[in-house]
């Protein structure tokens, strides 16, 4: 069974920081993708960052110099540093983790709600 277990949302302060993060299990996680999605009220789920398994980072240009994804594999973990929070950043945020052979895993969210 695959699990991906998030925390470290919240409610902060505009200009303030964040770091979300998201344990997997039941998948092989150095060999797969992981991303952070998130939906705001009333929005479609948008892609926020994603991380390959080589280590490549890519990011919505809202975020951009904002927020940094990385990856512990041997804890297998990923994180999502967010720096300089606007109010528009509030959603709930998704780990994703990207299978080839098994498909996409999603984890519950968890909220970010940030204050201006």
């Known amino acids: 069974q695959v699990k991906l277990v998030e925390s470290g949302g919240g409610l902060v302060q505009a200009g303030g920081s964040l770091r979300l993060s998201c344990t997997v299990s039941g998948i092989s996680f150095s060999f797969n993708a992981v991303a952070w999605y998130r939906q705001a009220p009333g929005k479609q789920r948008e892609l926020a960052a994603r991380?390959?398994?080589?280590?490549?980072?890519n990011y919505a240009d809202t975020v951009k110099g904002r927020f940094t994804i990385s990856r512990d594999n041997d804890k297998n973990t990923v994180y999502l540093q967010m720096n300089s929070l606007k109010p528009e950043d509030t959603a709930v945020y998704y780990c994703n983790i990207f299978s080839e052979i098994r498909g996409d895993f999603w984890g519950q969210g968890t909220q970010v709600t940030v204050s201006s």
């Open positions: 991380i390959m398994r080589s280590g490549s980072t």
